[in-house]
């Protein structure tokens, strides 16, 4: 096994001003020592998980690292910075700096040895003796937990794979009674899965053994997962989960007082996380385990319990908790809207005025077939409101939320308040459990509340709310939204198109794209000519960015490096398919020229879409739903001209920078293969 780091890969003199310089300078070490085939690739690789999460830690760490096809063999590399370098931290700049690189199947003996290195740069006296390492062989040593030259007492520490438990402190003389020792289980998990996970987990066994809490850590890593003990689990006290990517086999932890923040609260605030996981189970407050994942990334969704403990604002909160109720309701929108058009495809739009098929139906007539598929798409819509709400209030609070939201929901459906009845229903189920789980309960009640006392009271003052105080100016609002979505032409329209079609495109499947989409995607749950032509309009400006880029590889690659070029050719699909962040790659390695050239086309298909008239009844398919598309034709000129204003902008603005160095030099192996964003 080669070494991960040598001395050739240290820099003790780390001139750069800015993250990305930091990682280039870096880089271009892992390049020249052979351990990246590809400097470019590697770089868009390390933007992109960049952009998922910064990187920086509190105490002046910042450690960069991705998975990538374009490294050769497990790599680190240390940079030290007299000035410092912003990695987004707390604390302010970072002046460690440790670039890891993992091949795409990396081996998991050096990922093990990677994960705890991660754990090593939580102790302070490691750190320290970094910052002090006067020669890059010292600097590689002491990384690689070799001896240095200096003559020491102790045995070299060296790398090996931590422990995932803490012990309880040792007990008092026999006989002298005891107050029994609190215990957590605690899961860790990021998205590489290289260096916060573990990071997060050794944070969290130091605090716990600070305040005499025994505590076992599950880190669901690359360096592997073992899961924690069902023994451990029963008997724990509480549950901290500290993730940016959900958790496995969650519903484990159900019934239990659980903390659920993001992977760097792990590390950053251990303590209060133990301190308030000790609070939660005093107060008996107890929540299930489960978080959908984002449709497009993976994320995990809502906190449960204190709408603070994630460490994010409210606007954050808010988002992942409509977004979680989005997310849940799509694939009856899916189905439901599908349905629907086929069943206009064979029978016309009168068949929705067909009598029931359960008291007419012929099986030689393609009437009664499309009839049949009619009526299944329609019961399939009647739960998009009441799904949207009770998963609004899961995100919130897990579990408990979900009767008092789907109630809300169906009431919102009854008194006419549609969409914006649903959104406010699951906001409110979710507050008023919240509020409910805060109050202290005497042990004996524990085990009723989430099945009893929670739905019981939850529901009847959801119900009062929608019935008599919100309902009715609710529905008053959807009615205006309805009219106006159904008055759009001319020009209101085509503004509308261009601001949805900048949306879908300035962040490409991020905080801005989901709104535009989840917007979208409401209006389906009560269809009309307007909400038909703004999911048609969102659909088509969403396939722009990948689709541009595409083309703008495929007529002009020398702007392009090789990387790029190949994953020009994914992307055709990817934007065919409509899934925008099929241009994430390109957008990380140069946002300021293929970002505003994105949004342009964006607006150039959503104005084209809305002026047409076209209108969608799928919320997802791309170009493999276009026969249920209304104005069709028109649809894909509208597509096709956003494209080539994406593809003429990413040219022109490419063009006019000095010419990159020849890829010639860089040895790339004839396996390498390019590994697709989504």
Same mark, same amino acid.
């Given at each position: 096994m080669?070494a991960?780091?040598?001395a050739?890969?240290?820099?003790?003199?780390?001139?750069?001003?800015?993250?990305?310089?930091?990682?280039?300078?870096?880089a271009e070490?892992?390049?020249?020592?052979?351990?990246?085939?590809?400097?470019?690739?590697?770089l868009?690789?390390?933007?992109?998980?960049?952009?998922?999460?910064?990187?920086?830690?509190?105490?002046?760490?910042?450690i960069?690292?991705?998975?990538?096809?374009?490294?050769?063999?497990p790599?680190?590399a240390?940079?030290?910075?007299a000035?410092?370098?912003?990695?987004?931290?707390?604390?302010?700049?970072?002046?460690?700096?440790?670039?890891?690189?993992?091949?795409a199947g990396?081996?998991?003996?050096?990922?093990?040895?990677?994960?705890a290195?991660?754990?090593?740069?939580?102790?302070?006296?490691?750190?320290?003796?970094?910052?002090t390492?006067?020669?890059?062989a010292?600097?590689?040593a002491?990384?690689?937990g070799?001896?240095?030259?200096?003559?020491?007492?102790?045995?070299?520490?060296?790398?090996a794979?931590?422990t995932?438990a803490?012990?309880?402190?040792e007990?008092?003389?026999e006989g002298v009674?005891?107050?029994?020792?609190?215990?957590?289980?605690?899961v860790?998990?990021?998205?590489?899965g290289?260096?916060?996970?573990?990071?997060?987990?050794?944070?969290?066994?130091n605090?716990?053994?600070?305040a005499?809490?025994?505590? =076992? /850590?599950?880190?669901?890593?690359? !360096? #592997?997962?073992?899961?924690? &003990?069902?023994?451990?689990? @029963? %008997?724990?006290?509480?549950?901290?989960?500290?993730?940016?990517?959900?958790?496995?086999?969650?519903e484990?932890?159900?019934?239990k007082? =659980? /903390?659920?923040?993001?992977?760097? !609260? #792990?590390?950053?605030?251990? &303590?209060?996380?133990?301190? @308030? %996981?000790?609070?939660?189970?005093?107060?008996?407050?107890?929540?299930a385990?489960?978080?959908?994942?984002?449709?497009?990334?993976?994320?995990?969704?809502?906190?449960?319990?204190?709408?603070?403990?994630?460490?994010?604002?409210?606007g954050?909160?808010?988002?992942?908790?409509?977004?979680?109720?989005?997310?849940?309701?799509v694939?009856?929108?899916?189905?439901?809207?599908?349905?629907?058009?086929?069943?206009?495809?064979?029978g016309?739009?009168?068949i929705?005025?067909?009598?029931?098929?359960?008291?007419?139906?012929?099986w030689?007539?393609?009437?009664?077939?499309?009839?049949?598929?009619?009526?299944?798409?329609?019961?399939?819509?009647?739960?998009?409101?009441?799904?949207?709400?009770g998963?609004?209030?899961?995100?919130?609070?897990?579990?408990?939320g979900?009767?008092p939201g789907?109630?809300?929901?169906?009431i919102?459906?009854?008194?006419?308040?549609?969409?914006?009845?649903?959104?406010?229903?699951?906001?409110?189920?979710?507050?008023v459990?919240?509020?409910?789980?805060r109050?202290?309960?005497?042990?004996?009640?524990?085990?009723i509340?989430?099945?009893?006392?929670?739905?019981?009271?939850?529901?009847?003052?959801?119900?009062?709310?929608?019935?008599?105080?919100?309902?009715?100016p609710?529905?008053?609002?959807?009615?205006?939204?309805?009219?106006?979505?159904?008055?759009?032409t001319?020009?209101?329209?085509?503004?509308?198109?261009?601001?949805?079609g900048l949306?879908?495109c300035f962040d490409?499947?991020?905080?801005?794209?989901?709104?535009?989409?989840?917007?979208?995607?409401?209006?389906?749950?009560?269809?009309?000519d307007?909400?038909?032509?703004?999911?048609?309009?969102v659909?088509?400006a969403?396939?722009?960015?990948?689709?541009?880029?595409?083309?703008?590889?495929?007529?002009r690659?020398?702007?392009?490096?090789?990387?790029?070029r190949?994953?020009?050719?994914?992307?055709?699909v990817?934007?065919?398919?409509?899934?925008t962040?099929?241009?994430?790659?390109?957008?990380?390695?140069d946002?300021?020229?293929v970002?505003?050239?994105?949004m342009?086309?964006?607006?150039?298909t959503?104005?084209?879409?809305?002026?047409f008239?076209?209108?969608?009844?799928?919320?997802h398919?791309?170009?493999?739903?276009?026969?249920?598309?209304?104005?069709?034709?028109?649809?894909?000129?509208?597509?096709?001209?956003?494209?080539?204003?994406?593809?003429?902008l990413?040219?022109?603005?490419?063009g006019?920078?000095?010419?990159a160095?020849?890829?010639?030099?860089?040895p790339v192996p004839?396996?390498?293969?390019?590994?697709?964003?989504?």
């Amino acid at each position: 096994m080669s070494a991960m780091i040598t001395a050739e890969l240290v820099d003790l003199d780390l001139a750069a001003d800015s993250k990305e310089a930091a990682a280039r300078s870096l880089a271009e070490r892992m390049v020249a020592a052979g351990r990246v085939t590809d400097l470019e690739g590697f770089l868009a690789d390390v933007a992109a998980r960049e952009a998922q999460m910064p990187t920086g830690l509190d105490g002046g760490i910042g450690i960069p690292h991705c998975r990538s096809a374009h490294v050769a063999e497990p790599t680190l590399a240390f940079g030290r910075s007299a000035t410092g370098i912003d990695f987004g931290a707390p604390d302010g700049p970072a002046d460690l700096v440790f670039l890891i690189a993992a091949p795409a199947g990396a081996d998991t003996d050096h990922l093990t040895i990677l994960s705890a290195l991660a754990r090593r740069l939580m102790d302070p006296e490691f750190t320290a003796a970094l910052r002090t390492a006067d020669d890059p062989a010292t600097a590689a040593a002491l990384i690689a937990g070799e001896p240095v030259a200096e003559p020491t007492t102790a045995e070299p520490e060296v790398i090996a794979p931590a422990t995932p438990a803490v012990t309880a402190p040792e007990t008092a003389a026999e006989g002298v009674p005891q107050e029994r020792t609190f215990r957590v289980v605690a899961v860790t998990s990021c998205p590489t899965g290289i260096a916060h996970t573990y990071m997060a987990a050794e944070s969290l066994e130091n605090a716990a053994r600070d305040a005499g809490v025994e505590i =076992t /850590v599950e880190t669901q890593g690359s !360096a #592997g997962f073992k899961k924690l &003990p069902k023994a451990a689990i @029963e %008997a724990a006290d509480a549950v901290i989960l500290a993730h940016d990517v959900e958790v496995r086999d969650k519903e484990r932890f159900a019934g239990k007082p =659980t /903390v659920d923040v993001g992977v760097k !609260a #792990g590390i950053s605030r251990a &303590p209060e996380l133990i301190a @308030e %996981a000790r609070g939660k189970a005093e107060r008996g407050e107890v929540t299930a385990a489960a978080h959908p994942a984002d449709a497009g990334g993976g994320a995990s969704y809502g906190t449960a319990g204190d709408p603070d403990e994630s460490g994010e604002g409210f606007g954050t909160r808010l988002r992942k908790w409509l977004m979680t109720g989005v997310s849940y309701m799509v694939p009856f929108v899916a189905a439901g809207g599908l349905l629907i058009a086929l069943a206009f495809a064979i029978g016309g739009y009168e068949i929705n005025a067909a009598p029931s098929v359960t008291e007419h139906f012929i099986w030689s007539e393609g009437a009664s077939w499309a009839a049949l598929l009619f009526q299944i798409g329609d019961t399939a819509f009647t739960f998009l409101v009441p799904i949207l709400a009770g998963y609004i209030a899961f995100g919130m609070v897990d579990r408990p939320g979900l009767v008092p939201g789907i109630v809300g929901g169906a009431i919102a459906l009854t008194i006419n308040a549609g969409f914006l009845g649903g959104l406010v229903a699951g906001l409110l189920a979710g507050t008023v459990v919240m509020a409910i789980q805060r109050i202290t309960i005497p042990p004996v009640l524990r085990g009723i509340m989430p099945v009893v006392v929670i739905p019981l009271i939850s529901s009847a003052v959801v119900g009062f709310l929608m019935f008599l105080v919100v309902g009715k100016p609710i529905t008053w609002l959807q009615k205006q939204l309805t009219d106006w979505l159904n008055g759009l032409t001319g020009s209101n329209a085509i503004i509308l198109g261009v601001v949805l079609g900048l949306m879908m495109c300035f962040d490409m499947g991020g905080p801005l794209n989901k709104v535009a989409y989840a917007f979208a995607v409401g209006g389906l749950a009560d269809p009309n000519d307007g909400s038909l032509k703004v999911m048609a309009c969102v659909m088509a400006a969403g396939m722009v960015p990948p689709l541009g880029l595409a083309l703008a590889t495929t007529v002009r690659g020398r702007l392009f490096t090789r990387t790029e070029r190949e994953n020009g050719k994914a992307a055709w699909v990817l934007g065919a398919s409509f899934i925008t962040e099929g241009a994430i790659p390109f957008a990380a390695a140069d946002p300021l020229r293929v970002i505003p050239s994105a949004m342009a086309g964006g607006a150039v298909t959503g104005a084209l879409s809305m002026a047409f008239g076209c209108t969608l009844r799928a919320p997802h398919g791309g170009i493999f739903v276009v026969p249920l598309i209304g104005n069709p034709w028109l649809y894909l000129f509208a597509v096709a001209a956003g494209t080539a204003v994406t593809a003429a902008l990413v040219v022109l603005l490419k063009g006019l920078r000095r010419p990159a160095a020849p890829e010639a030099a860089l040895p790339v192996p004839d396996d390498a293969r390019t590994p697709v964003a989504a």
